[in-house]
């Protein structure tokens, strides 16, 4: 069955303390692995798309990268406003289009 | 600017009644989605559309219909047969199986 889990579900930081969020995955023929970051009362906002193991991508203070079970971001020297819900997601093994998405991960970064 | 639009923001539905929610984008993609969103739960699929005229249930069609009669435009009907409504609705579209960009999204409360 494919599936996408995340963890932790809840992560709480002190401003400049890096840290890294998991995402496992369990699909046949990966064709990507997307990271987005969802404000409270808003949409997801797109970060990365990771496409093979080994691949790494990086925007501010962070940084996704792939393995051939798991995705890591990792958010180095956070900032309160990085403070947020950060989802995975990734296509499942059907080619529809279709996107499985895990729980998603609620950081808090405190001042 | 390209994006995608929901309306209303916020939709109160009384029990029995039949309410539209509106997706339009201006990205020239293909793919259209509806997910829905429960607190603590990942997005869930209710339907989706890889072309104009042609669509297909997600994960969780029951109550809701949806047409697609425009590249640009996917509505979403939620239905009296729907029994828990009331969630946070997301819109995406995509070109095939790239990143999906998702919409501000409507929360919907019923009454």
């Not at chain 2, 729907?82 to 998702?102: I, M, R, V, W």
């Amino acid at each position: 069955e494919d599936q996408v889990t995340q963890s932790p579900e809840a992560l709480r930081l002190q401003e400049g303390e890096s840290s890294s969020l998991n995402c496992s995955y369990t699909v046949s023929g990966l064709r990507g692995l997307f990271w987005y970051r969802q404000d409270p009362g808003k949409g997801p906002e797109f970060l990365f798309t990771l496409y093979s193991a080994g691949e790494e991508k990086e925007k501010e203070r962070l940084k996704a990268t792939l393995t051939k079970k798991e995705s890591f971001l990792h958010i180095t020297a956070p900032k309160p406003e990085d403070s947020a819900t950060y989802l995975c997601a990734t296509h499942g093994s059907s080619n529809t289009g279709k996107l499985i998405f895990g729980q998603g991960t609620t950081l808090q970064v405190k001042p | 600017d390209g994006g995608i639009t929901q309306s209303p923001k916020y939709l109160f539905r009384k029990e029995g009644q039949n309410v539209t929610l509106s997706c339009e984008q201006n990205l020239n993609h293909d793919a259209m989605y509806w997910y829905r969103q429960d607190p603590g739960q990942g997005l869930r699929l209710i339907y989706y559309s890889q072309i104009v005229n042609d669509f297909q249930k997600g994960d969780i069609a029951e109550g809701y219909s949806v047409s697609r009669e425009k590249k640009e435009s996917f509505p979403l009907t939620v239905t009296s047969a729907q029994k828990n409504p009331t969630a946070f609705y997301l819109c995406a579209s995509s070109n095939g199986d790239n990143e999906q960009f998702f919409g501000p999204g409507t929360r919907l409360t019923v009454l």
